[in-house]
Structures are given as C-alpha cells and as structure tokens.
C-alpha cells in the first residue's frame, strides 16, 4: 500500500503550520479590530442552496462542486465557499431582527472544488472571508476593501492592487445585457458551448471566459459602465470618495465582472503586482450581493463580503520573500541522567508547564551529549542538567543558552527563576 494526500489537497506539517497559525492569529485581530464577529457553519449544506446562492450559471455550480448523496438520500454538497452558508445562516437565525446592524461575520475553514490542480489552485483550500449584511452605505463597502487589504499590508505585503468596479443595479444589468446579448449573437457561433449556454442565461458571464478571452467581439462588447443608472452611478463615486479618505488606492476596470452570479454595486479584487507564482495574480475576491439574502428565502438586506484563500496569501509572502516570524521557541529544556533524575525532570517539566512555560526533555534514553543536542534543535533559552549530584543537593545550575551564563538556583526556586528571567 502506498498511501498519498488526495490530488489537490495538502499535508501542512509542523514547520509551516506556524505560519498558518500566525497568518490567523493576524487575521482575528484584524477582524477584532473592525469588530467582525465569527461564524462557523457546517462543510456541507443542501445542495440546493449552492445551487441558489452561488448561481446555476457559475463555473462553481457547474463543474466544481463535491455533491452527493447521504443514506438518507439528501442530496448534499461540500461548501465551495462561504458566503451562502453565512446567508443561510443569517436567515435561518433571523440575524436581521438583531438590534445591532449591520451585522459583521467572518469566518475560516476549509472550501472544496473540484478544480485542475495547479499553484495556488487546489480542491481543498482555506479561506477567510467577511459578510456585512444589513447596510446599503457605501462606507461600508470601502470598509470591507479596507479590511481586505489589511490583512496583506499587516503582513508585510505590499506589490499588491485592488481592482474595482461598479456591476450596477438590476436596471443596469438588465440594459446591459440586452445589449450584450444584441453584440454576441451574431458571432455566437465562434464561440465555446459554454458561452452558446451563456448567451441566453447570464450573458455577462461570457466576458469572463477563459477560453475566449481573446476573441475579437470580446474587446468590443459593450462596457457596463456605459449602462449604470444615475443612482448606481452615485453610489459608485461615492466609494470612491470613502476610499480616498482611507488612502487607498484602487484602479477602475470595467471589465471586472467576477465569477458569482449574484454580485451588483461594488466588485473588486486584489492582484498581487510584478513576480507572482504560476499564472495566478488574483489574491482575494468580492463584491455586493443587494438580494442574496431574499433569493435565500429572508427579507430584503443588502450585504457586501469578500473572501480569500490563506494558501495564495502564504504564496505570495513566499514569491516577495517575506518571512513570517514563528513564536514557538522552547522555553525550558531539562535534561536527565539516570532513574531518578528522570524522575524528577517529568515532575519539574511538568510544573513549568502547569505556570505557563513550555518546557520539554528527552523520551529516549540518550546520552548527555544528544540530549544537549535536541535542546538546541529547539532552540531552548534554558537548560539544566539533573544528575545525582543535583538529585542530591536539590539544587541545578540553570545555563541560558546565548549567553552560556550559569545561574545556581534551588529546585523549589527554579520556576520562579525562569518566569522572572525568561
Ligand atoms: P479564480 O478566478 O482564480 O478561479 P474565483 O473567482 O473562483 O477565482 P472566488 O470564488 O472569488 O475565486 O474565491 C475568492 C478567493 O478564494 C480567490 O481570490 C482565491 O484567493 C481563493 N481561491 C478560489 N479558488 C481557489 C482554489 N481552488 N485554491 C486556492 N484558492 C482559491
Ligand atoms: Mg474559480
């Protein structure tokens, strides 16, 4: 038997779980200090509601998802992201009933999609991601920008670019895709079958082909931006203004349209500028979904989320060369000579830890020499040495390993020492 992770899924091992472990504890400040709050919701969720809340028309609904059948015959399906799940949930809790509005959600986990594997491509991977539902301001859609691209400056990133645009309101959509479907139609011919399906259930989808993207009636479709209603258009300065005042730079591309059907007002991504890994530049995603929250079956609350993979956050800190900082250097090493001495170093390990320093020692029997060894590999700040002598006169020297300084302290004083020295 030669077992192996499943295509598209890793092992993350200690030495780079670390860095997962940082990259979240950043993440949670973050979302604390703009006073996100945290959602956990189930991995799997009815079919159905995918098939609702992401769109029948997206590349996730129709070649991505995990479903299947449970014994009792649901059909259920692996969640490929979160934001139907935090709607669901939303709904389910009657959260728009809450006194405190909008009401702001994160969430962590893992999302499935059956995808071609490649960097920064996988079909298990982690994203966060935020949901404010329940405001239609556009201050809040900059804040939600805002949010996202702390998460990147905080850790040091800074080649990086958010991309905006304005997908309009439903009269906007509406106008637009009459006028997509009139330049589109006479060439449809030319075009893949999934754009022929396009053409007729959600045309603007056809901009964002892979596969066509270079088709001559592409560059001459018309822009949305020549549709947007007076009012769309408004909000749209109006998050530019907020932006401003932010200090955020941003680029206008009217031809983002991202990959959800849902999405309308504000959409945006970040790219990750100059070198990147693989063929992939996009760092995070989002947008406003003004009717998401009816289409799930509550009442009308606008909302605006973003989410982005931890795995493409990590690659890029690589590609720039940013090393995270790792936060778990031993505190205490004990080493023990002989029956006793072993003895007393799982006592005394066992009392550093119980006031809160990490403390460890050697399982294996071995020598003095590899026991000093192993310390060093952990990069213990102290050690001691138990052997009969210690034992005897219950008193060790404790050796702070950068500077070789000795320090002779009594067995009973020893914790104290290390919480006052360490
Ligand atoms: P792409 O165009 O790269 O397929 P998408 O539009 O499918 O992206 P979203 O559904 O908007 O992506 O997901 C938001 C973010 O989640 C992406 O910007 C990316 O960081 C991350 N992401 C999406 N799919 C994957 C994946 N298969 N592996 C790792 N990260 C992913
Ligand atoms: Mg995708």
């Known amino acids: 038997m030669n077992f192996k992770v499943p295509k598209g899924t890793q092992d993350i091992l200690p030495g780079q779980s670390e860095k997962w472990q940082y990259v979240e504890r950043v993440i949670r400040d973050l979302c604390d200090k703009y006073r996100y709050n945290e959602i956990r919701t189930p991995m799997f969720e009815a079919t159905e509601l995918?098939?609702?809340?992401?769109?029948?028309?997206?590349?996730?609904?129709?070649?991505?998802?995990?479903?299947?059948?449970?014994?009792?015959?649901?059909s259920l399906t692996l969640r490929p992201e979160g934001t139907a799940s935090a709607v669901r949930a939303y709904v389910e809790h009657k959260m728009f009933g809450q006194v405190d509005q909008p009401v702001k959600l994160y969430y962590t986990g893992p999302m499935f999609r059956y995808e071609r594997q490649q960097a920064g491509?996988?079909?298990?991977?982690?994203?966060?991601?935020?949901?404010?539902?329940?405001?239609?301001?556009?201050?809040?859609?900059?804040?939600?920008?805002?949010l996202a691209m702390d998460v990147y400056t905080t850790l040091g990133l800074k080649d990086l670019k958010l991309v905006i645009n304005s997908l309009g309101d439903k009269d906007t959509r509406d106008a637009h895709r009459s006028a997509l479907i009139a330049h589109f139609t006479p060439v449809i011919g030319e075009l893949c079958s999934d754009c022929q399906s396009r053409l007729e259930k959600n045309p603007l989808r056809i901009l964002d082909c892979k596969v066509d993207a270079k088709h001559p009636a592409m560059a001459t479709a018309p822009s949305l931006t020549n549709y947007l209603t007076d009012s769309s258009a408004e909000y749209f300065t109006k998050v530019k203004q907020y932006l401003d005042v932010l200090g955020i730079s941003y680029e206008?591309?009217?031809?983002?349209?991202?990959?959800?059907?849902?999405?309308?007002?504000?959409a945006f991504e970040i790219m990750i500028t100059g070198e990147g890994f693989g063929s992939i530049t996009t760092l995070c995603g989002g947008g406003r979904y003004n009717g998401l929250v009816e289409d799930i079956g509550g009442p009308e609350s606008p909302g605006i989320g973003f989410a982005l993979s931890i795995e493409r956050l990590l690659l890029a800190l690589e590609a720039k060369n940013i090393e995270l900082p790792t936060?778990?250097?031993?505190?205490?090493?004990?080493?023990?000579?002989?029956?006793?001495?072993?003895?007393?170093?799982?006592?005394?390990?066992?009392?550093?830890?119980?006031k809160g320093i990490s403390a460890d020692m050697d399982y294996l029997d071995r020598k003095m020499k590899a026991q000093m060894k192993a310390a060093d590999r952990a990069k213990a700040k102290f050690v001691i040495v138990l052997g009969e002598t210690e034992i005897e006169e219950q008193v060790v020297n404790v050796k702070t390993m950068a500077t070789g300084d000795q320090t002779k302290v009594e067995f009973g004083q020893l914790v104290q020492y290390v919480l006052e020295n360490k």
């Open 50 to 74: 995918f098939q609702r809340g992401v769109g029948d028309t997206t590349d996730i609904v129709q070649k991505e998802m995990y479903t299947f059948t449970d014994k009792g015959d649901r």
């Open 121 to 146: 491509r996988y079909r298990q991977f982690v994203q966060f991601g935020v949901e404010a539902i329940g405001s239609a301001d556009p201050a809040i859609d900059a804040e939600v920008m805002a």
């Open 252 to 266: 206008v591309d009217p031809n983002l349209v991202r990959g959800l059907d849902y999405y309308n007002h504000t």
């Open 327 to 354: 936060e778990n250097d031993l505190e205490m090493y004990v080493v023990a000579m002989g029956e006793e001495a072993k003895l007393k170093a799982v006592e005394l390990v066992s009392s550093f830890r119980a």
